[in-house]
């Protein structure tokens, strides 16, 4: 059940995406999107800020990474 | 693209024993290629043996050093929590004093064949790492530090495909874990979207020491994930990430050294879960740039829920904005609400089964908490359009508080330089 509603959020975010996909922007234009502003952080402080959270929230996963590893507590 | 590449030639690195390591790794995976595994005449690592005095572009390297960066973050938290048993206070909630300083170096590896590692090399350094825990027992744990290598090696499949390897190990006291994984990423309509699969294991191995002190020898906790991210560009200066993950677990799931007091004091139980647990997340952040202002935008959510009975929901905010080609401020809020497992507690009762689920543990009780952020960056190599490969200074402050008493102070300075 949990991984049905899982999996019906993410076809509906899908179909969301896919509306606007149909958009191409060519290379020579990306210049802004690549600047690390567009990023929420580096990955060094990245994955220490995921680890505080998967320790203090016991809610880890589904941002791309692996989840568990190391005892963290609140696993 | 050429000059630039000139004006850098004396400041490669070369690392021949690394090279060695390298090849090892790219041979065990099966795609090893003809590799020049020769170190350097000096034979460690050195910095301008290869420099060519009339300055001409050099060959290919079999192994480059692209970027290096290096990070320390310190935490300074305070709260209680009635799964502590450090200093109680008359509600029955002991500390959960602790501080951490974690410096992480990471380095961007690139192979002469294409093949790229990302590998991080995080240390914990914690004081009182177990104030909930052993310490009320034994001072044995008082300090605490831990070691992790994680790294992840990337393989080009042609122009819009590549292979990820995901590989690493986590040692600290009490507890051993290994990781690995396997993942593909596809770029799609001519890079304007791509798609990144993994799926990673972690085996952790540890003591499953109790609240009292007893050990009752090795456990262990296996946790599979399953990861999607899908990312696209819907104009110049927008782009749109979606994530979605599938976590299980199974074995040792409990913190071993949590416990939870009995119903009329004087006594305290471990906790206990059940013996497997399935979470699920999906994510969407949405980023947007301003270029006239050189403001950039990011906003994304966050929807959680396990078989636990947990559901939690995560919305956050992020202000760039450059000052100057060089320097920009970055302010950031998160807002982050969730409920409680279906057997969290905070007192055991006497006449309960002794099966009976059970944590007290502050973490999963149900919670609101912010999270402010706010740093600074200076770019001292940008060479252009900043990029990921831009040099940078960088400093930063965080505040993490929770609506059951938790509080945490973070500083953070970090740097990246980028040597090709």
New interface residues.
């Given amino acids: 059940m949990?991984?049905l509603?899982?999996a019906a959020?993410?076809s509906a975010?899908?179909l969301l995406?896919g509306l606007?996909?149909c958009?191409?922007?060519?290379?020579y234009?990306?210049?802004?999107?690549?600047?690390?502003?567009?990023?929420?952080a580096?990955?060094?402080?990245a994955?220490?800020i995921r680890?505080?959270?998967g320790?203090?929230?016991?809610?880890?996963?589904?941002?791309?990474?692996?989840?568990?590893?190391?005892?963290g507590?609140?696993? | 693209m050429s000059a630039a590449r000139g004006a850098r030639t004396s400041r490669r690195l070369w690392l021949g024993v690394v090279s060695a390591s390298a090849l090892s790794l790219a041979s065990s995976i099966g795609l090893g290629q003809s590799f020049d595994s020769t170190p350097p005449p000096n034979g460690v690592l050195s910095i301008d043996a290869f420099a060519e005095p009339d300055g001409r572009d050099l060959p290919e390297p079999d192994l480059r050093i692209d970027r290096f960066g290096a990070r320390l973050t310190v935490f300074h938290q305070t709260g209680r929590g009635y799964q502590s048993q450090a200093d109680v206070d008359a509600s029955g909630r002991g500390s959960e004093f602790v501080f951490i300083a974690n410096p992480v170096i990471y380095t961007h590896l690139t192979q002469r064949d294409g093949i790229t590692h990302d590998v991080y090399l995080p240390i914990d350094i914690l004081t009182s790492a177990s104030t909930d825990a052993l310490d009320v027992v034994s001072t044995a744990s008082r300090d605490n530090e831990s070691f992790t290598l994680d790294g992840t090696t990337t393989i080009p499949d042609g122009d819009d495909s590549r292979f990820l390897v995901h590989w690493g190990a986590h040692v600290e006291e009490e507890l051993k874990a290994g990781m690995g994984g396997l993942g593909v990423s596809l770029d799609f309509a001519d890079d304007n979207a791509q798609l990144v699969l993994m799926a990673d294991a972690v085996v952790d191995i540890f003591d499953p020491v109790q609240y009292n002190g007893v050990d009752l020898g090795l456990t262990e906790r296996v946790t599979m994930s399953i990861n999607g991210t899908f990312s696209q560009l819907l104009s110049e200066t927008t782009t749109l990430s979606l994530g979605l993950g599938l976590t299980g677990q199974i074995g040792t799931i409990q913190t071993p050294w949590n416990s939870v007091p009995l119903a009329g004091g004087g006594g305290r139980s471990a906790d206990l879960f059940p013996p497997s647990r399935l979470r699920s997340a999906a994510s969407i952040r949405l980023a947007q740039a301003i270029p006239q202002s050189r403001t950039f935008l990011q906003a994304g959510y966050r929807f959680y829920a396990d078989d636990y009975g947990a559901i939690a929901h995560s919305v956050e905010g992020m202000v760039t904005q450059y000052l100057s080609d060089d320097f920009w401020i970055r302010g950031s809020y998160r807002y982050h609400t969730q409920g409680a497992p279906f057997f969290f507690m905070t007192e055991f009762p006497r006449t309960a089964w002794v099966r009976t689920y059970r944590t007290a543990d502050s973490d999963l009780a149900a919670l609101d908490l912010h999270e402010i952020s706010a740093g600074l960056r200076y770019f001292y190599d940008r060479q252009g359009q900043a990029s990921d490969r831009s040099g940078y200074v960088e400093l930063g402050y965080s505040y993490y508080g929770r609506s059951n008493s938790l509080e945490i102070h973070m500083g953070t300075l970090g740097f990246q330089t980028a040597f090709w």
């Fill in positions: 949990l991984a509603r899982a959020m993410a975010l899908l995406v606007d996909a958009v191409v922007v060519p290379r234009a990306r210049g802004i999107v690549s600047d690390p502003a567009m990023q929420p580096d990955g060094l402080y994955r220490t680890k505080l959270r320790a203090r929230e016991g809610a880890a996963g589904g941002d791309g990474v692996a989840a568990g590893g190391g005892c507590c609140g696993q």
